[in-house]
Nanobody, 114 residues
Framework: VQLQVSGGGLVQAGESLMLSCTSSGSGFRNNVMGWYRQAPGKQRELVASINRGGDTYSADSVKGRFTISRDNAKNLVYLQMNSLKPEDTGVYHC?????????WGQGTLVTVSS
């Protein structure tokens, strides 16, 4: 699965961003898709996921602030991030869950200033 993300940037604490992930490969619609975050000096972690039917998971650190959604017809996955905090800073990637090691891209950088 080939994946491309967009939507990162520099924001102040409390502001919002929406990330988008588009897939050009086959099999997207059948996969659980997730957003992963790698904060500076930390391991990459799964912050949210969504299955084909729309059931979602959110990590405790983002619950109530981040919302994952998908458009199967357009092969798109979104991450709406509200009430951003400095600790949300990191490179955000989308990938399948579990991740396809061949599909890690450069991700998109989100920087939240205090």
């Amino acid at each position: 699965v080939q994946l491309q993300v967009s939507g990162g940037g520099l924001v102040q604490a409390g502001e919002s961003l929406m990330l988008s992930c588009t897939s050009s490969g086959s099999g997207f619609r059948n996969n659980v898709m997730g957003w992963y975050r790698q904060a500076p000096g930390k391991q990459r972690e799964l912050v949210a996921s969504i299955n084909r039917g729309g059931d979602t998971y959110s990590a405790d650190s983002v619950k109530g602030r981040f919302t994952i959604s998908r458009d199967n017809a357009k092969n798109l996955v979104y991450l709406q991030m509200n009430s951003l905090k400095p600790e949300d800073t990191g490179v955000y990637h989308c990938n399948t869950v579990p991740p396809d090691l061949r599909s890690w891209g450069q991700g998109t950088l989100v920087t939240v200033s205090s």
